[in-house]
């Protein structure tokens, strides 16, 4: 079981999360003219990576924030943990 | 019976306490801190089982987890458990245990004949042969394999057995409390460490119970038991016996089963049977020992056959002998220190030594003890079948490939020592990638993958001096790290004899004419001619040998099996051992029971079970409860012996005719609040929310990205910057994930706010033509006509003194309120109600007439809102504006989505109005069209309309729209039904919504 750090609340065990999928996904603005494969790569297409990931996680059963969670998708250790709204660098 | 093989004194056990026990229905008697084993082999008793494969006679190995052969189907309590090890099983008066694995008996066993055809069962076998007829596997293959194998008999009976779960946090976790693990544990304890030391035997001290050694000037084993006793009183260690660390898993995290009663006869009132410690540890050492390997010889499975180790810990911990002329076989001095027991006791060994003139204080001190030994002497094959009777012997050349002329020699047992193989299992759960040390033959852990420390024969190191300075240093330099205290510990004096160098031999070559098995897995029945014959068929990977043979795959995960197989094939194929590789170490190191994994989530505690305020009114009022999510619902409301059925139909008509009332607290409520709310409203549903009033209520569909429908339900307007919204009772959670996603990820900038307030109202639903006059009584005070009080309007009132939200939504179709309050006055709101309503003659509904009035009435639920359906689908794109974006809309124009022949909701009544649709069913165009018959659509949700009397269903159908008045074919495989029907539209009631306006 994995030890996250929410950045709000500190280390807690992975069951009081849930995973959000890749956090690089930007969706895009409303009313904004743009083409199916912008849509599709939005809404479908996903790399798997091996090895570092930035991803969602929810605290689903603490604050209840989304997170971005630096991730290495092969070791399981993580890197960073970031609030919703942190500049990453 | 006498204990004929117990000696007059010695031993850790109890001797003013006897303890009767049965095995195989027979009667014996043992001491209190004996194990099974222990106490069997003290009465004489070496045959314990049958193997695995060829049913050969098995007795006992080892001493404790590693045991291959003994293990048992055991009974205690009532109950019975399977796949319990004799040798980690402790004695209880009263215990009962049986063989397994052999019919009808354990001393004449049908299987054995297995062992006269073994020549026709060799590596692969069951692959090769119970291929052909296919349609023999289930007839007579399977049954006759079923029934001639098993290790035991799990019970069918519920397990009343209590198991917990823990989780717990520490500084430094030590997984065995042997010297390694005792040494680091004081250390870090002195330096104020949080520590957990974890012993998986019920006694501290490992190897220093049995060792011949002195420390600080005290036996290993009084030194042991002085650090445990100083380590108990203090308030910062916690030491647990009879627990297993059988899992590394990611982050640190550890997993433990204790086993709290399984050593008492039944287990005490409040107590658990077993309790599964959940333990993240900021460093772990790893003191987990080491395991004797077996040497490989003819016959080297009979019973009396065993790791020298373990005779040893028979004699010193329970005072028992394995044997009255034992033949101590070895390639290491360690042999020579069972010799060393058994002669102080009395009894005259012989030890064999494979190796040509080895040289060390253990070995002079043998000698001088006049112990007969024969150097460059091996064991060709033992003799005896249910028990070692005999010994061939031979002496071995120098290369080891020759033997001299074959010398038969008397004994009962034979005590093998191939040296150690240190356990390294945890080491690898944890991501470590091991590395083969050379001078023992064996894998020890490499670079820590987490924070891991391995520390003395479980790295590797034999010697005590060296385990207990390594141990004590990492123990004081990782607490340190933690506490920050710097307390040094002096070392203590060691005496130990120095061992020289084992013998790189472990497998004795056939004489020449001879076919006797060797074996490699106990468990398994896995010869070295297994290993031969796999490598001959062209497997390669240890892996694949592994699944062919199946070797070190039993239930000891070849914890006596796994090294000798790899010298097998590194042998075969030419290679060193560490270019062959080892398999996978995963957890559990050793079996786990069943109920210690699942712990108290059992039953009704498998999840939590929530209960609207109103629950103990339905209780008393013959309510049926059905699961809604990790809801209690009512299903319907039983009056005398009526059916489900029948209830339902009544529920539902009550609410057509008269007026009904239903809990619908479980619906989910989420409150929005903020400036920028009623945008968030617009960007999440499909339909306009800018210009709701305040005091109104609007229904809306939300959508995933994808398109596909998400969720449905009503929103009102409280205030001018105040929501409430409500979601289906199954997608309330998700519900409000997703505005918090879309909140705090895509759109941060509105300032809004959502909390979950699905438990703070309790709801009810009034619905039917009465349901305004019911109204009026309860809120005599309020204009509730249809213009003060208008559909989909909202108004907050009070209810006999309770504060009140009143909506004028309907899912029944009916003229129908909700009514919210606080859920504390949920009971007092439904009691009222029914007071009030008696007049109207009010009935509560419950689910199954709820289902009954929605579906004839047309209103999509979650059997159409199956993630699979857009708005199209459920007739719901009316609610499309095309003016805005929101949530998914882009997705919309998908070519299949916009298809002319698109799937939509219809409804089906069958021809006969008599014959009632089975949910699930396919529709067809054609009922005898051969298979696969193309299917055009599905049955989502079946009802008898009680409207109509006849029974109705709604249906998602390929082109709906233009198949309205179709004649079609339901076909339902399952219940084996053909229905002819007619496709009508959805909405079979009041189809221009008339009722609800009223």
């Known amino acids: 079981m994995l030890h996250i750090k929410c950045p709000h609340c500190g280390m807690r065990s992975q069951n009081e999360f849930s995973y959000g999928g890749d956090a690089s996904v930007k969706r895009p603005e409303l009313n904004k003219e743009i083409s199916d494969e912008e849509w599709d790569n939005f809404v479908y297409n996903r790399k798997s990576l091996r090895g570092k990931h930035l991803e969602l996680w929810q605290h689903l059963s603490g604050c209840r924030q989304w997170i971005k969670v630096e991730r290495d998708t092969a070791t399981h250790e993580i890197f960073n943990t970031y609030k919703a709204d942190e500049e990453i660098s | 019976m006498t204990q004929k093989f117990r000696l007059e004194n010695g031993g850790l056990i109890n001797r003013d306490k006897k303890l009767s026990f049965k095995f195989n229905g027979k009667k014996y008697y043992g001491y209190e801190g004996d194990t099974l084993a222990s106490a069997l082999i003290a009465n004489g008793v070496h045959l314990v089982g049958r193997s695995f494969k060829y049913h050969r006679p098995r007795g006992f190995f080892g001493a404790g987890v590693d045991e291959p052969y003994a293990i048992v189907q055991l009974y205690r309590n009532n109950e019975t458990e399977p796949n319990i090890k004799a040798t980690e099983q402790e004695l209880f008066e009263g215990l009962e245990a ?38 023999f596997w289930y007839r007579v293959y399977e049954p006759f394999i079923r029934k001639a194998a098993g290790l035991g008999v799990a019970s069918t009976k519920h397990d009343k057995e209590r198991y917990e779960h823990k989780y717990e946090y520490c500084d430094l976790l030590i997984a065995g409390s042997g010297p390694s693990g005792l040494a680091s544990a004081y250390a870090a304890a002195k330096n104020g460490a949080r520590v957990i030391l974890a012993e998986d035997k019920p006694r501290f001290g490992g190897s220093l119970l049995t060792s011949d050694v002195n420390i600080g000037n005290q036996s290993g084993e009084d030194w042991a038991n002085s650090i445990i006793s100083e380590l108990k009183e203090m308030p910062n260690v916690v030491v647990k016996n009879r627990s297993q660390v059988f899992g590394y898993y990611d982050h640190n995290m550890l997993v433990m089963s204790e086993k709290v009663s399984d050593h008492l006869p039944k287990t005490k009132k409040y107590h658990p049977k077993q309790r599964l410690w959940y333990i993240r540890a900021k460093e772990v050492l790893i003191s987990s020992g080491s395991i004797e390997r077996p040497l490989v010889f003819g016959n080297n499975d009979t019973p009396g056959v065993m790791l020298s180790s373990a005779a040893k810990e028979y004699l010193k911990v329970y005072g028992v002998l394995v044997g009255k002329n034992p033949l101590v076989f070895t390639n290491n001095d360690s042999g020579y220190e069972t010799a060393i027991e058994f002669k102080k006791n009395g009894v005259n060994p012989i030890i064999l030594d494979s190796r040509v003139n080895p040289q060390s204080e253990i070995i002079d001190e043998a000698i001088n003890l006049g112990i007969k030994i024969k150097f460059s002497h091996v064991v060709v094959a033992a ?99 933690i506490t920050n205290n710097d307390n040094k510990i002096s070392f203590p004096n060691v005496v130990e004899k120095k061992s020289s160098q084992h013998d790189k031999f472990w497998c004795v070559p056939l004489p020449k004419g001879k076919s006797y098995k060797r074996f490699l897995d106990f468990q398994n029945d896995v010869a070295v001619s297994d290993i031969e014959i796999a490598l001959k068929e062209g497997y390669r990977s240890i892996e694949h040998v592994k699944r062919y043979t199946t070797l070190g795959m039993a239930t000891d995960q070849g914890k006596t099996s796994n090294l000798n197989g790899l010298q097998l094939v590194s042998d075969i194929e030419n290679k060193v051992v560490p270019a062959v590789g080892h398999t996978t170490f995963r957890p559990p190191y050793t079996p786990i029971s069943i109920g210690a994994i699942v712990g108290r989530e059992v039953g009704q505690h498998s999840k939590p079970t929530r209960k609207s305020p109103m629950h103990s009114w339905h209780e008393k009022n013959n309510a049926v409860f059905v699961d809604a999510g990790v809801w209690l619902r009512p299903r319907y409301y039983q009056q005398g012996s009526e059916t489900l059925f029948e209830a339902s139909k009544r529920e539902a008509k009550n609410v057509r005719t008269n007026v009904g009332v239903c809990d619908v607290t479980t619906l989910g409520k989420i409150d929005i609040k903020g400036p920028d709310a009623a945008e968030l409203l617009n960007r999440v549903y499909t339909n306009a929310w800018l210009k709701l009033p ?50 705090q990820l895509v759109w941060p900038e509105l300032n809004v706010n959502v909390v979950s307030t699905t438990e703070q109202w309790a709801g009810a639903a009034i619905a039917g033509p009465k349901s305004r006059k019911l109204l009026e009584k309860l809120l005599p005070n309020n204009d509730v006509s249809n213009e003060g009080l208008p559909f989909m309007g909202y108004m907050e009132s009070e209810l006999f003194g309770v504060k009140a939200r009143i909506f004028r939504i309907s899912f029944s179709g009916e003229l129908a309120y909700e009514v919210n309050v606080e859920s504390n006055n949920g009971q007092f709101m439904w009691e009222k109600i029914i007071e009030l309503g008696q007049e109207f003659q009010v009935q509560p509904y419950g689910t199954e007439a709820l ?42 124009n998908r070519e299949a989505f916009t298809s002319s022949d698109r799937q939509k909701i219809v409804g089906v009544v069958p021809l006969d109005k008599k014959t009632s649709i089975p949910e699930g069913s396919h529709l067809v165009k054609d009922a005898q069209a051969p298979l696969p018959n193309k299917k ?36 339902s495989p399952l219940k084996n039904k053909v229905i002819p029907v007619e ?6 009631v009041d189809p221009k919504g008339e009722r609800v306006r009223s």
């Open chain 2, 936 to 971: 055009l659509g599905h049955i989502s949700a079946s009802c008898w309309s009680v409207e109509h009397d006849n029974p109705f269903s709604l249906a998602i159908l390929k082109d709906g729209k233009n198949m309205i008045g179709e004649k079609l074919f339901v076909m």
């Open chain 2, 983 to 988: 496709i009508v539209s959805s909405h079979y």
């Open chain 2, 383 to 481: 003799q005896g079948y249910k028990k070692v009777s005999s010994a061939d012997i031979a002496k071995i050349s120098d290369d080891k490939k020759q033997l001299g002329t074959l010398e038969n020699i008397k004994c009962d047992c034979i005590c093998v020592s191939g040296f150690w193989t240190p356990t390294i299992h945890l080491a690898s759960q944890s991501g470590n990638k091991t590395k083969f040390k050379e001078e023992i033959d064996a894998f020890v852990p490499g670079t820590s993958k987490q924070k891991e420390t391995t520390l003395g024969a479980a790295n590797g190191i034999f010697t005590l001096e060296e385990t207990l300075k390594d141990s004590f240093i990492a123990g004081q330099d990782l607490s340190k790290k």
């Open chain 2, 98 to 135: 049986k063989s397994v694995n052999c019919w009808p008996s354990v001393n004449f066993d049908i299987g054995a004949i297995n062992n006269f055809l073994k020549i026709f069962l060799p590596a692969g076998f069951y692959y090769k042969t119970f291929m052909w007829p296919k349609s």
């Open chain 2, 694 to 743: 305040v005091g109104k209520a609007r229904y809306g569909v939300m959508l995933r990205e994808d398109g596909i429908v998400m969720d449905d339900g009503t929103t009102t307007r409280i205030s001018e910057n105040h929501y409430h919204m409500t979601t289906t009772t199954a997608q309330a959670a998700n519900v409000l994930s997703h505005l918090e996603y879309y909140l």
């Open chain 2, 851 to 892: 289902s009954t009035l929605r579906i004839e009435m047309g209103h999509v639920a979650g059997s159409e809102l199956d993630g699979r359906t857009i708005s199209y689908d459920t007739s719901l794109e009316g609610l499309i504006s095309k003016k805005k974006d929101f949530i998914g809309k882009r997705s919309l």
